[in-house]
């Protein structure tokens, strides 16, 4: 395959920026999805452009691997190609003073999906805190946003909702790549990481995955094809519910469920989707929840992302759950993603709004309101963008 895009990784070693060139030792936070489009890992291929520069290697939420499935499953330090490999998903989420010892700089390279509860931007938050009060310079080599930059859903985050899944108030989709946020994020949370990005060749905001000429490596066991990053925006909701979102299948959050529901006549209620098409499915997850039991729902499947607004389906598709089926959809109980007070889907959504649409309060106008694109937000972002808006 060919990529019509250059990623940071790629432009690093390619030409790398003075910031990089000049580090006598840095560290690197990726994981599988790491690599370049000959599938080269950032690890291999930095340590192999800068000898003996790179000296520790910090992986997010599923592992450097990404080999853990679930929320809430810490992983090890260990150690690769004779570095050491600190967990950013352990008794810590940022990086201890004894970590960043002896480095003067860290490479961030990992892929977001353009949604704000995906944890890997909240892990470079905490990186950039830790490395400011430590004085360690932080480059992100940026990389696609799968769901491309022009387009934002749903309300911003309510900051009494704030969590290791959202801490700035940003919407559930919000079109920035991952270096866009970080700029975004150390002026929005008043950081002062000294912050150096890496800019792509060849990506402008319009552009889909699909667009991008690469392949698409699962950057979480449970994102394994790039088509699902266009429903994640709002099936990832289904988190905060006791609806299956599809893990322990080999499709999680395009397709839905619990053995209860009745899919048919769930489809025959809904309207048409735009830019979806809804199919009555059965599914047997392997783990999680309804392990082992058969569960009826809906498959999503993305005809055209561009008209694609997941967080707004999601949200019809619960309001009729529950018309349907009453006190059987119950909303998950805390913890959730190292928060113990606050109901999962209000920190998932950003705020007690989208429960209470849910749940009866409000119409059609209530849901524009809680899931449209936020009215500012481009506005606010724009002195982050490292990417002309069309």
């Not at 192999?48 to 080999?67: D, E, M, V, Y």
């Amino acid at each position: 395959m060919t990529a019509t895009v250059e990623i940071g990784l790629e432009r690093a070693l390619r030409d790398p920026p003075a910031r990089l060139r000049a580090s006598r030792a840095f560290g690197l936070l990726s994981n599988q999805a790491s690599v370049t489009a000959r599938f080269v890992h950032a690890a291999e291929a930095l340590q192999a452009r800068f000898p003996n520069a790179l000296r520790k290697l910090f992986g997010p939420q599923h592992g450097i691997w990404s080999t853990e499935q679930d929320n809430m499953v810490e992983t090890a330090h260990g150690s690769h190609r004779g570095l050491p490999v600190f967990s950013l998903y352990s008794e810590t989420r940022a990086p201890t003073r004894e970590m960043l010892d002896g480095l003067d700089l860290l490479v961030v390279d990992l892929q977001d999906v353009g949604t704000r509860v995906y944890t890997y931007a909240w892990t470079l938050t905490s990186c950039m805190q830790a490395c400011a009060a430590n004085g360690v310079a932080v480059l992100v080599l940026d990389r696609p946003n799968p769901l491309g930059g022009v387009i934002a859903e749903g309300a911003q985050l309510d900051l009494n909702f704030a969590s290791f899944v959202g801490r700035a108030s940003i919407p559930m989709r919000h079109g920035l790549t991952l270096a866009e946020l970080a700029v975004h994020c150390n002026e929005a949370l008043a950081i002062g990481c000294e912050l150096h990005t890496l800019k792509m060749r060849g990506w402008r905001r319009e552009m889909l995955w699909r667009d991008c000429g690469r392949a698409w490596v699962p950057p979480s066991p449970n994102l394994p094809r790039a088509a699902a990053c266009a429903v994640y925006p709002g099936q990832v909701l289904l988190e905060g519910t006791n609806l299956s979102e599809g893990r322990g299948t080999t499709t999680p959050f395009e397709q839905c469920g619990a053995p209860w529901l009745d899919p048919e006549q769930l489809r025959a209620t809904l309207d048409e989707v735009p830019g979806a098409a809804l199919r009555p499915v059965t599914f047997r997850p392997t783990f999680q929840k309804f392990r082992d039991e058969p569960c009826r729902g809906l498959y999503v499947h993305v005809v055209e992302p561009l008209m694609l607004r997941a967080y707004a389906m999601t949200l019809r598709l619960l309001r009729a759950i529950r018309e349907q089926h009453g006190p059987k959809l119950r909303w998950k109980n805390p913890p959730y993603e190292y928060e113990d007070q606050l109901l999962p889907i209000d920190i998932l959504s950003g705020g007690e709004a989208a429960r209470r649409w849910v749940d009866g309060d409000g119409d059609e106008a209530a849901l524009a309101a809680i899931a449209a694109q936020p009215e500012g937000w481009w506005s606010a972002a724009r002195p982050s963008m490292l990417y002309p808006r069309p």
